[in-house]
């Protein structure tokens, strides 16, 4: 286990997607540590309740993550309010379960606008602030399928895996200005994630019952048993952030230290395997020079 620092009075956190799930229970969590929170969501309403909790340690604001004019609206308003942004939370997202060809273009643009480019805008907007603080931590909900592909899942991982590239390759860029990176990257929780109300389904192709189907039944099945605990999760969040070095990544659970191990693995032993083969892409070596 890191190494953890002391604990920092008050640190002000933003969430996004702060209504239900993860979201809603890390601002439980941040309350009951003893943080700051600014919570935001689509329905404002939805989160009144965390500000009844949190009294003057709480505030609620609107905020649609894909709309980049609005992220800094909310981030602006959040430090006027407090005088800094401590740690961002970047959860808000949902998940489209259907084979790549039985979803729409539209589906596609939807599932990346909200899971990557909505990362994209409360980074951006969070960096300013973050930069001029010479401090920050930026936390990325990606997932297990952010490294482990899903058949029927397709759309979910391609904008959980850009999350990963950008978060990691932003991690190397800011390190040097005291803002750190952690990626999450959860297994399946108890939350309403797969449910109707979040999840997107799309009608089933016959040629895809042996890939897609399968998963389909899966996920059905598994929407509220999941092993996951939300509450328990966040309380992991917060320890990690709090370590004097806080990982990258983040996997939770012990559905997604399998998954991502033998993923990982896998990978490993595929590049060992084609290495040789691999490396003759490269231009010959003992001098000579590449052809005109």
């Known amino acids: 286990?890191?190494?953890r620092e002391p604990h920092i009075k008050e640190r002000v956190w933003l969430v996004?997607?702060?209504?239900?799930?993860?979201?809603?229970?890390?601002?439980?969590?941040?309350?009951?540590?003893?943080?700051?929170?600014?919570?935001?969501?689509?329905?404002v309403d939805a989160i009144r309740s965390l500000v009844v909790q949190g009294g003057q340690r709480a505030l609620a604001l609107p905020l649609d993550v894909t709309n980049?004019?609005?992220?800094?609206?909310?981030?602006?308003?959040?430090?006027?309010?407090?005088?800094?942004?401590?740690?961002?939370f970047n959860n808000a997202g949902y998940g489209h379960v259907g084979a790549i060809e039985e979803l729409t273009d539209k589906e596609l643009r939807q599932q990346v606008d909200v899971d990557f480019f909505g990362v994209v805008n409360v980074t951006r907007?969070?960096?300013?602030?973050?930069?001029r603080q010479r401090s920050g931590h930026l936390v990325q909900m990606s997932s297990l399928n952010g490294v482990e592909g899903l058949p029927g899942g397709g759309f979910y991982a391609a904008s959980k895996f850009a999350?990963?590239?950008?978060?990691?390759?932003?991690?190397?860029?800011?390190?040097?200005?005291?803002?750190?990176?952690?990626?999450?990257?959860p297994a399946p929780f108890r939350t309403r994630f797969l449910s109707d109300r979040s999840a997107k389904w799309s009608r089933p192709m016959e040629d895809y019952a042996?890939?897609?189907?399968?998963?389909?039944?899966m996920l059905k099945e598994m929407d509220g048993n999941q092993p996951g605990d939300p509450a328990r999760a966040a309380r992991a969040i917060i320890q990690?952030?709090?370590?004097?070095?806080?990982?990258?990544?983040?996997?939770?659970?012990?559905?997604?230290?399998?998954?991502?191990r033998a993923a990982l693995d896998a990978e490993a032993r595929e590049l060992t395997a084609w290495a040789q083969l691999s490396a003759t892409a490269d231009f010959p070596q003992l001098g000579s020079r590449p052809p005109s």
């Open 1 to 3: 286990m890191a190494e």
């Open 16 to 43: 996004t997607g702060a209504s239900s799930g993860f979201g809603r229970a890390v601002c439980e969590a941040v309350l009951e540590h003893g943080d700051r929170l600014v919570a935001t969501a689509r329905d």
């Open 68 to 88: 980049a004019a609005a992220a800094k609206k909310a981030m602006d308003k959040a430090v006027a309010h407090f005088g800094q942004i401590d740690v961002v």
């Open 125 to 131: 907007a969070a960096l300013p602030h973050m930069r």
């Open 163 to 185: 999350v990963e590239g950008l978060s990691e390759s932003l991690a190397s860029e800011v390190a040097h200005l005291g803002i750190r990176v952690t990626i999450v990257e």
């Open 210 to 217: 042996e890939s897609v189907g399968k998963v389909r039944q």
């Open 240 to 260: 990690a952030i709090e370590a004097q070095h806080p990982p990258l990544r983040l996997p939770l659970g012990q559905m997604a230290i399998d998954h991502i």
